[in-house]
């Protein structure tokens, strides 16, 4: 009968021990050694991974940046491409041929060299793995056309392309097209994902990946060839780098301000007392847009369900106060989502306009599509209530606030919380009038992912998300911007495909999303990445 | 717990005098009032929440959002400005109902296995008991996890999930007081005098096994509060924006440091009522001769 309060005391005594913020156990690094310690919120749960071109969880992806150099980096303040391993390159006239010109000297942490045939047998185990995997790696969505690659001599190296990809260069910059030690490529996918001959050539040498507790990357003497994205192109100025993962974000909060670790790195942003709190302490918060895909709703428009109206896909839009829900959320000064992309996203295009708030548009668009007023505040039509189905996950902040706000126009958003097993298939099930998801690249190409049912990670949602015939439209843009080696032309076609996504109610944007990143005031020199990633050139700790 | 027994078992058969001075005794315990009539405030609540606040428990302002406790919102607000004090007044009609769901599962359960196995004995008696055994062996909470799991999310899933969990508490009671019964002369008297075994189980051995079994009900309400709590804590709880109780706690405890009333406060009125529970029951215990 005791069963259940001696549990609960437990409980409540495991989680009082866990706010306290004590709960960190990494031991205290030997005497002059700089060790540098990040909390992350918790690694993927069902694809724990730490293999380059495997990998899509953020987290994993802003580690493999500082133990794996691409041929080329992007500018975080410009987008530009800008030589790394590859000190040169040339774009054949018909976009289908790459020639990578290497940099001399450059190792990996192994000791074995970094050349053209290594360069070349990547791209070979990027394409195998594509066929391994059956095009699941995420690696797949960047050498959509490659072909292979060939050794000209032993600094050069030519890319072979069935189609044009206008996004290939900005491709060559991520981390999932970090150059490793092929070696690696003998081991399954499977295998590679734990760390297993996973070497780079970066300032840091992974130690070890132990898959939802820690990861770990050493010094590497000798490193000489950092990007120009830096201040300091040579060694590291940290000994050792350890990444841990932390789920609760009052505790990882707690963490930082306490000073047991040095880098709090949450995926959604601080709330504002959270912030307020780090900056309190003397401690600071960075904060950079995630370029890609913004916080987008997805609605279902397949047959019997709501949301296939699309004067109500408007007035959906129109009903959400985008403003008061980014200062509600994330702070007074957090910014406003402007468009399906986030501002640093090359082509990104400032719709403000359409997503002004406008809940007296959104009721005469409902009036003329004959969903009338009820007593409870709820419009009916013809007996049917209006009630969207939003499915969520547990303790998400922000669904009740977007319900409030549609309430005010008469629409009521159900809000389900899913199970971990429904979270799986909901979607492919089709059981559900509203989603929401986002993709993080540099890139605009990123929103293929998501709605170009051809290479989207989630088929069912791509082709939910819209009529067949406006998917059409979406990919002729794509083709448009992407099979191209013109810039004009990129940008035009670029810019109208965010206007038609936000004429046609097939992304209705909520939020932008920023990373923020609550740094020690030990900590010195911090950078992000154009992918807004964790760069630890120029990080130093007191 | 055989003290509350004896005061249920005496209850029955309690004189009127007996009863007064008893009576007489809980007014002299300050303690039991207050805890009396504090819970007598969240049964009233959770019958008619609107009666207790004005204001509407879903109403977002975020103008007003995360405001300290203060006159005009007694709890403060949450991160969307909603009245903290009124989501928590609308929120006990969910976790009572709840509670009493639990409790009315665990007691028809309980006391149905206890009886057939306490009555019919041998082989019943030693299948069931292994069953119960089963349960027993399995944490409670783990248990109403691996239920609720299996049901899906909301008030009525983990009502359900909560009341198997104390259903072999019951059982066991039960069976027991059967057993003691059982062998008592009246029983022996009604078979000698030719009633069927159904009419001495159910006009015998039944009302006279009933009552501690009551009390323990009434014992295990504060346990089954704090065991739909934690399920809520964990995200099993009613659809939002209908919060219980312990999904309030949860929502707020991202905020500990920078706005400590989102989850203290509801907190803290949950671990009252089960004080008080706690205290009502221990008073009872006192009392008996």
């Known amino acids: 009968m005791k069963r259940f309060a001696a549990l609960t005391a437990g409980l409540t005594a495991a989680g009082l021990l866990a706010l306290s913020g004590c709960g960190d156990g990494s031991g205290t690094a030997a005497a002059g050694q700089k060790t540098l310690k990040v909390s992350y919120w918790p690694d993927n749960p069902t694809f724990s991974c730490i293999d380059p071109f495997q990998v899509y969880w953020i987290e994993s992806r802003s580690i493999i940046r500082n133990f794996a150099d691409s041929l080329t980096d992007q500018d975080p303040k410009t987008g530009k491409i800008v030589p790394w391993l590859a000190e040169k390159w040339e774009i054949s006239p018909d976009g289908k041929t790459y020639t990578f010109h290497l940099r001399d000297g450059v190792t990996f942490a192994n000791g074995k060299k970094l050349d053209a045939q290594a360069v070349a047998d990547n791209a070979t185990g990027w394409i195998a793995t594509v066929k391994a995997t059956n095009g699941a790696a995420y690696g797949a969505s960047y050498i959509q056309g490659l072909t292979g690659a060939k050794v000209v001599d032993p600094r050069t190296v030519e890319f072979d392309l069935s189609a044009p990809n206008s996004s290939f260069l900005q491709a060559t910059s991520t981390t999932n097209l970090a150059i490793t030690d092929p070696a690696e490529f003998q081991l399954t996918p499977a295998e590679r994902c734990t760390g297993k001959g996973v070497v780079g050539s970066g300032l840091f040498a992974l130690d070890h990946y132990s898959a939802k507790v820690e990861t770990v990357l050493t010094k590497r003497a000798g490193y000489t060839w950092g990007s120009e994205t830096s201040a300091n192109r040579g060694e590291a100025k940290l000994d050792k780098v350890v990444f841990n993962y932390v789920a609760e974000d009052s505790v990882r909060t707690g963490n930082l301000v306490s000073g047991a670790t040095d880098i709090a790195w949450p995926r959604n942003p601080f709330s504002p007392q959270d912030e307020q709190l780090i900056t309190k302490s003397g401690d600071t918060v960075e904060s950079r847009s995630l370029p890609g895909v913004a916080y987008n709703l997805y609605a279902n428009t397949s047959a019997g369900h709501v949301l296939a109206d699309a004067a109500i896909r408007q007035a959906l839009s129109k009903a959400i106060d985008r403003k008061t829900y980014a200062t509600t959320i994330y702070g007074a000064d957090y910014p406003a989502v402007q468009g399906p992309f986030e501002t640093t996203t090359p082509y990104f295009r400032s719709l403000s306009d359409k997503l002004a708030y406008d809940p007296d548009g959104a009721k005469k668009l409902l009036d003329a599509a004959g969903w009338v007023a009820g007593a409870d505040g709820v419009r009916t039509k013809s007996g049917k209530k209006l009630i969207i189905d939003y499915p969520i996950t547990a303790g998400s902040a922000g669904p009740e606030l977007l319900q409030a706000q549609l309430k005010q126009v008469g629409i009521e958003l159900g809000l389900r919380t899913l199970t971990t097993a429904q979270q799986a298939t909901y979607l492919k099930e089709g059981s559900y009038d509203l989603t929401s998801t986002y993709f993080t690249r540099a890139d605009p190409g990123a929103l293929q992912f998501i709605l170009n049912p051809e290479v989207a990670n989630s088929k069912a949602l791509a082709i939910n998300a819209t009529t067949p015939d406006v998917t059409k439209r979406i990919q002729e843009l794509f083709a448009e911007a992407l099979q191209t080696t013109d810039e004009k032309r990129t940008e035009r076609a670029y810019a109208e495909l965010q206007d038609y996504l936000v004429d046609q109610g097939v992304t209705i944007p909520l939020f932008e999303r920023l990373q923020k990143v609550g740094v020690s005031a030990e900590v010195h020199g911090f950078a992000f990445t154009s992918e807004s990633f964790l760069k630890l050139n120029d990080v130093t700790k007191d | ?289």
């Open chain 2, 1 to 289: 717990m055989t003290a509350a027994l004896v005061v249920a078992a005496e209850e029955t058969v309690g004189e009127k005098p007996a009863r007064r001075a008893r009576a007489g005794v809980f007014a002299r315990r300050p303690g039991f009032l207050l805890a009396s009539l504090y819970v007598a405030f969240v049964v009233a609540v959770a019958f008619r929440p609107a009666l207790f606040t004005g204001q509407d428990p879903y109403a977002t302002d975020p103008a007003a959002a995360m405001r300290a406790p203060s006159a005009a919102h007694l709890f403060g607000t949450d991160i969307y400005g909603r009245d903290l004090w009124s989501r928590v007044l609308h929120g006990s009609p969910l976790t009572i109902k709840a509670t009493l769901i639990a409790l009315v599962i665990a007691l028809i359960a309980g006391l149905g296995l206890g009886i057939v196995s306490g009555f019919f004995g041998g082989l019943t008696d030693s299948l069931l008991m292994r069953v119960i055994d089963v349960l027993l062996a399995i944490p409670g909470l783990l248990l109403a996890l691996s239920i609720v799991t299996a049901l899906g999310y909301g008030t009525i899933p983990v009502a359900v999930a909560v009341g198997v969990g104390i259903v072999p508490g019951f059982a066991r009671t039960t069976r027991a007081e059967v057993l003691r019964v059982k062998t008592l002369p009246y029983v022996e008297a009604a078979r000698a005098g030719g009633a069927s075994w159904t009419r001495v189980l159910l006009r015998h051995i039944l009302p006279n096994s009933w009552g501690p079994v009551a009390v323990l009900a009434v014992l295990d309400a504060g346990v089954a509060i704090i065991a739909i709590a934690s399920l809520s804590f964990l995200g099993f709880g009613a659809a939002p924006p209908a919060a219980e109780w312990g999904t309030l706690i949860a929502d707020g405890r991202n905020y500990l440091v920078t706005a400590w009333w989102l989850s203290l406060l509801p907190g803290l009125f949950v671990a009252l009522l089960v004080l008080s529970l706690n205290h009502i029951a221990k008073t009872f215990q006192e009392v008996t001769p």
